[in-house]
């Protein structure tokens, strides 16, 4: 049986705050990344052999490499809605260890050159949400997100963004979202 990487410790009390998380190592992938230029990031994405977590496993770093080039602004989104059917594992990730999802999306924007991050979340995820937001503020103090990440010359902002939860469980709104909460720069 393998051992679990993304799940690992999942059930750790606590791990959901930043003095945890970074007590078992966390930021540490990012402060490295960030002392890496862009190409050398998504080099070691590629040899690392990560896939997506979708349907298709598509090889990350192959992925990565396709991003345009040249001087444009770019975005990077998360989607967190989880909508494949009997699937649950961002939901465990945002309510127990959102600085993972944090770090990676800070990590995931350096290399893709975007200065903006956005998580689009599910309405129903109401307590994901404000685990996320709660940590998107310690990280926004911490110096993990917002202008000049730990000093450097890269930032990013990150903003979480929720669907209305719905009415009914047979009617889900198509495309109306409201800002559930918006981590302003810091400078």
């Known amino acids: 049986m393998s051992t679990p990487i993304l799940l690992h410790d999942i059930d750790e009390p606590g791990l959901?705050?930043?003095?945890?998380?970074?007590?078992?190592?966390?930021?540490?992938?990012?402060?490295?990344a960030l002392a890496m230029d862009r190409a050398a990031v998504i080099a070691e994405l590629?040899?690392?052999g990560l896939r997506g977590r979708g349907g298709a496993g598509f090889p990350a770093g192959r992925k990565a490499a396709f991003l345009p080039q040249g001087d444009m602004d770019r975005y990077l989104v998360c989607n967190?809605?989880?909508s494949e059917p009997g699937t649950f594992k961002d939901r465990e990730l945002?309510?127990?260890s959102p600085h993972m999802l944090i770090e990676g999306i800070v990590i995931a924007s350096h290399a893709a050159g975007a200065s903006r991050a956005f998580i689009y979340i599910r309405g129903e995820y109401e307590t994901q949400a404000?685990?996320?937001?709660?940590?998107?503020?310690?990280a926004a103090a911490a110096g993990y997100i917002g202008e000049h990440i730990l000093g450097g010359e890269f930032s990013c902002t990150v903003v979480l963004t929720a669907a209305p939860a719905p009415t009914s469980a047979a009617r889900r709104p198509a495309c109306s979202?409201?800002?559930r909460a918006s981590v302003a720069t810091r400078g």
């Open 16 to 32: 959901a705050t930043l003095e945890v998380y970074e007590r078992r190592g966390g930021y540490q992938a990012m402060r490295k």
């Open 46 to 48: 590629d040899a690392s």
């Open 94 to 96: 945002m309510q127990k």
């Open 177 to 179: 979202t409201r800002s």
């Open 80 to 82: 967190a809605d989880e």
């Open 130 to 138: 404000r685990i996320l937001d709660a940590a998107l503020a310690e």
